[in-house]
């Protein structure tokens, strides 16, 4: 695929990614942009990373700005080091998408980049860049890691998690190291899984059947209260229960914003509709599907009040505080990027708290169940044309989804999704930021809204080959 900006920033194949390219966007933002007078610069566990960074550091260094080399860290980690010193910052990552791809996302002062930073940023493609006669500083980061720990253990104490066994699945993930000292300092005992040397594309909306069984095993074989992990870059976190059953991202959220008293929710149309039943929740802002939507909707909550309890959360897990925190043991400051520590965290320290497992916290959720995948490899093109098809044309509609019964509501907030008369949901869209088209579906039961899932994902395969 040809790099473009999707919802997470620029992605593209390693291969397109060139020298020229990633100067050319890294100079483009700095253009575009304010930085605070310095740029942080990250890089997940992918072999093209390194080179890649690199590559960022010397086009900052070129335009007389400072650099400052942060290393292989979470993407919410170097967030939090680079909004808490006002500059702006660069991760190199290509998130949960295979290895042979890569990209850029970027940060401002403030946070993520908005859609109409990104437009800004596009207008200043291609032009003959100056390259500085005395370039800017170079320094190393030092200690964002910690301090990104530091932020959870300070809110939620040093026993918070006392007694508790939790499997870490470290794979590929940047966040390894750093959860297992989280868990430590909390007072959990961690059970690091799977360490690999080889990049794994762990997406945490679309886990195998294979991993999926691999996961309730470990849980099985190694008694443990729960078991944690990330994607590559760790905005997005995977939680397994105590008997290995994964907790979707969504669901983490609604437990997370319950835990932190959150009063105002923004989250993507494609969400779990349990929360509509949670009266613990005020207001809520359905938006279409990528962070920077979700933080358009909190900073206009925000602007209405600025003392409004608001966060956001995605499907994927990704968590975005907006507001202080109050914590067991101190505050927990807004962090209005995804992250994927907040939402592990913040569950596991209620069940203890509670007395509970985690699969019994779950349970007292209104019942409501979705579920997720994709077909790879599907040009972003054909599967929008098959949605505006299906979206257009009643009958073709009727023959797609012939197994549902009449159709109750359409949504087109963020490609199809259809509510029917029996409550069950679909939902069909081309990936934002990646050759997919993605099926999404909520039922009453968690193998109903898998069958669902399964179902149409045929008919889509059917459709687009």
């Known amino acids: 695929m040809a790099p473009k900006f999707g919802t997470s920033g620029l992605r593209g194949l390693v291969t397109e990614l060139t020298a020229d390219l990633v100067t050319d966007y890294t100079r483009a933002f700095l253009e575009a942009c304010p930085t605070g007078g310095a740029v942080h610069v990250g890089w997940d566990l992918r072999p093209s990373s390194p080179a890649i960074a690199e590559m960022v550091i010397a086009a900052i260094r070129a335009a007389r700005i400072k650099a400052i080399r942060e290393g292989a860290l979470p993407t919410p980690a170097l967030a939090l080091s680079s909004m808490g010193t006002g500059h702006a910052a660069i991760m190199v990552t290509g998130s949960h998408i295979p290895a042979d791809r890569n990209g850029l996302k970027f940060y401002v002062p403030g946070g993520e980049i908005t859609k109409e930073d990104e437009r800004e940023i596009l207008m200043r493609i291609g032009q003959d860049w100056e390259i500085a006669r005395q370039p800017g500083a170079l320094t190393e980061g030092a200690q964002s890691a910690a301090n990104y720990i530091a932020r959870y253990v300070s809110g939620f104490g040093t026993d918070a998690l006392a007694g508790m066994r939790i499997g870490i699945y470290e794979h590929s993930s940047v966040a390894r190291d750093i959860l297992i000292a989280a868990i430590q300092q909390l007072g959990a005992q961690p059970v690091p899984l799977a360490r690999s040397d080889i990049f794994i594309p762990v997406d945490t909306e679309a886990v195998d059947p294979a991993t999926r069984t691999r996961l309730a095993t470990w849980c099985a074989e190694h008694a443990l209260d729960a078991l944690i992990s990330t994607d590559g870059d760790a905005d997005r976190p995977m939680v397994n229960d105590e008997t290995g059953t994964i907790v979707p991202g969504d669901v983490l959220g609604a437990l997370t914003a319950r835990a932190l008293g959150a009063k105002t929710l923004c989250t993507p149309v494609s969400s779990n509709t349990m929360i509509d039943a949670m009266p613990e929740f005020a207001r809520i802002e359905r938006t279409k599907i990528g962070s920077p939507f979700v933080i358009a909707a909190m900073e206009a909550a925000l602007d209405a009040d600025p003392h409004a309890r608001v966060v956001g959360f995605e499907p994927n897990g990704g968590f975005l505080l907006g507001f202080t925190a109050q914590g067991p043991t101190g505050p927990i400051p807004p962090l209005a990027t995804r992250d994927c520590l907040l939402p592990i965290l913040a569950p596991l320290v209620t069940a203890a708290r509670d007395g509970v497992r985690l699969s019994e916290l779950v349970s007292r959720l209104p019942a409501r169940f979705t579920a997720a ?93």
Do not use: M, W
């Open 373 to 465: 995948d994709r077909l790879a490899e599907i040009p972003t093109d054909r599967s929008a044309a098959l949605i505006d098809a299906l979206a257009a044309d009643p009958a073709e509609r009727a023959r797609f989804f012939d197994t549902l019964g009449p159709t109750e509501t359409i949504d087109r907030t963020d490609g199809l999704r259809l509510q029917f008369t029996s409550g069950e949901i679909v939902h069909l869209r081309p990936s934002g930021n990646a050759p997919e088209c993605r099926c999404y579906a909520e039922a009453d039961s968690p193998a109903r809204a898998r069958a669902l899932v399964e179902h149409h994902l045929a008919k889509l395969r059917d459709s687009l080959g």
